[in-house]
């Protein structure tokens, strides 16, 4: 069998992460998941606001993972698109795109 090294000299392109979904949606945190891709040595992981904002990336090494917790940069009652590749050597796989909406504070209606 080839190693992840002769994979990645042999320029293979992995195929993007299929199912990507939400699996839990807390207040202030998002838990993602995905089918993982063939050969992937890891997956990265960005998202941002719809309507603008900074783009947070994440790695997550494919050897222990298909999911990851995101808590930095959400904002109640905003539109976030996050965009899944998977990853071997310098080669990335097509985006996975999924959106999402994030749920209101808690306490956002006291402080009306």
Known sequence: AASLDDIS???YRP???KDVKIVDSSQGQIEVSWTPSKCASMYDVTYQQVTGG???????????ENSIL?????????EFEIRVS???GDEYSDEA??????????NAAQRL
């Open 9 to 11: 000299a042999s320029g």
């Open 15 to 17: 195929k993007k992460p």
């Open 54 to 64: 900074e783009a947070i990336s994440k790695q997550v090494q494919a050897l222990h």
């Open 70 to 78: 995101l808590v930095d940069g959400l904002v109640s009652c905003s």
């Open 86 to 88: 998977a990853v071997i």
């Open 97 to 106: 795109v999924l959106s999402f909406t994030t749920a209101p504070e808690i």
